[in-house]
């Protein structure tokens, strides 16, 4: 069983920056593929950015590819996700995810576990 737990949301005016964490919980997250996804009001949820276990290997949507950068330090069992060059059209709330077959979905319904989400909001 594996918890997750983002932090590190908030507004940020078009052009800025923010870093999402994700905490996990339980040993076996360092073994895990983990995602972030986003859901903005009235559409559906999307696919932002995966990594691999190791960090070796990564994925990301094209809207967001030269922007952000997804991490993760396994010794502190912790995703992150750097967002740059922050637009309006970023705006929504930020889920990480994680699964333990090792493949970079990026369909939602492929990871198993799901943390509670964070806003983000940026401003024009």
């Known amino acids: 069983q594996v918890q997750l737990v983002e932090s590190g949301g908030g507004l940020v005016q078009a052009g800025g920056s923010l870093r999402l964490s994700c905490a996990a919980s339980?040993?076996?997250?360092?073994?895990?593929?983990m995602g972030w996804f986003r859901q903005a009001p009235g559409k559906e949820r999307e696919f932002v950015a995966a990594?691999?276990?190791?960090?070796?290997?990564?994925k990301y949507a094209d809207s967001v590819k030269g922007r952000f950068t997804i991490s993760r330090d396994n010794t502190k069992d912790t995703g992150y996700l750097q967002m740059n060059s922050l637009k309006p059209e970023d705006t929504s709330v930020y889920y990480c995810?994680?699964?333990?077959?090792?493949?970079?979905?990026?369909?939602?319904?492929?990871?198993?576990?799901w943390g509670q989400g964070t806003q983000v909001t940026v401003s024009s």
């Open positions: 995810a994680a699964d333990p077959l090792p493949v970079l979905f990026i369909i939602p319904k492929h990871y198993q576990y």
């Open positions: 339980g040993r076996t997250f360092r073994t895990y593929t």
């Open positions: 990594i691999s276990w190791s960090g070796g290997s990564t």
